[in-house]
């Protein structure tokens, strides 16, 4: 039995990039303590798969194919999201990307397409968000950082991560300017800052011994996370049990930035 601090059944809530991945992992995951889940992505290719997922949990599902990077269209996602669900009372900002190159290597087009969705992205579709949640009285918003906006990696193979940790580190940033903003209106704003999570977008870095070993070494715990420890983070921030928390950001980073 679910404690009812963490309980999510009837509320609503929108992932981005809930297509695959982190973000698949998470909208299931919120269903699985109650919410029905809209999700946004610009791929919905899978969307049969995860919808009947979901709805194996006895929760509601819908899909909106569309692309946060033009921000004409996240005032129409929360309101089709809102219309179709009955509302919105969680917003999970999880659609992300990142450019493996040498400083030299990165282009004015590979610095602001990391930006325009890793951050840009995060403050419309926050902003749409939060005014319709003051609608209902409030709600939660999760936005994804890393760990690399707070400690950045010295990839063995000299990658940047300039572009990657800055868009992430302005949304650690964002998180408490939001945090403020709307403290008063009941909506809590926090973000999670991962380390390296196994997802099919990091299986190049498994595969390359010299940067997998480097990753582990540099970590406490030695490994890679799991998309599975994201979902318990999610829930708690989008429960009744973090209603004092906000502008605060959640490290899950196997005691990288501890040491």
Same mark, same amino acid.
Do not use: H, Q
């Given at each position: 039995m679910t404690h009812y601090l963490f309980d999510l059944n009837g509320k609503k809530a929108l992932v981005t990039g809930g297509g695959r991945g982190i973000g698949?992992?998470?909208?299931?995951?919120?269903?699985?303590? /109650?919410?029905?889940?809209?999700?946004?992505d610009i791929d919905i290719s899978k969307s049969t798969e995860i919808k009947e997922e979901i709805q194996k949990l006895g929760k509601k599902c819908v899909f909106i194919e569309s692309d946060i990077t033009d921000f004409s269209n996240c005032k129409q996602?929360? =309101?089709?999201?809102?219309m179709n669900l009955g509302g919105l009372d969680i917003l999970v900002n999880n659609a992300g990307t990142n450019v493996r190159?040498?400083?030299?290597?990165?282009?004015?087009?590979?610095?602001?397409?990391?930006?325009?969705?890793?951050?840009?992205?995060?403050?419309?579709?926050?902003?749409?968000?939060?005014?319709?949640?003051?609608?209902?009285? /409030?709600?939660k918003v999760i936005n994804i950082a890393s760990l690399m906006g707070w400690s950045v990696f010295r990839n063995p193979k000299k990658q940047t991560y300039a572009p990657y940790a800055s868009s992430k580190g302005g949304v650690i940033s964002l998180t408490r300017s939001f945090a403020i903003d709307w403290a008063e209106d009941n909506i809590q704003v926090n973000a999670i800052c991962p380390t390296f999570i196994e997802t099919p977008l990091t299986n190049v870095l498994k595969e390359d011994h010299l940067v997998y070993d480097a990753i582990c070494k540099r970590?406490?715990?030695?490994?890679? /996370?799991?998309?599975?420890?994201?979902?318990?983070?999610?829930?708690?921030?989008? =429960?009744?049990?973090?209603?004092?928390?906000? /502008?605060?950001?959640?490290?899950?980073d196997g005691g990288w930035y501890a040491s």
């Open positions: 698949k992992t998470i909208a299931i995951g919120l269903a699985s303590a /109650g919410a029905d889940i809209a999700i946004t996602i929360i =309101s089709e999201c809102s190159k040498t400083v030299n290597e990165v282009t004015e087009e590979d610095w602001d397409k990391v930006l325009d969705l890793n951050l840009k992205s995060y403050f419309f579709m926050t902003r749409e968000a939060g005014n319709e949640m003051k609608k209902y009285n /409030g709600g970590t406490p715990m030695g490994r890679f /996370g799991k998309m599975e420890e994201l979902i318990g983070p999610c829930i708690f921030l989008s =429960s009744e049990a973090s209603n004092l928390i906000t /502008g605060t950001s959640i490290l899950v």
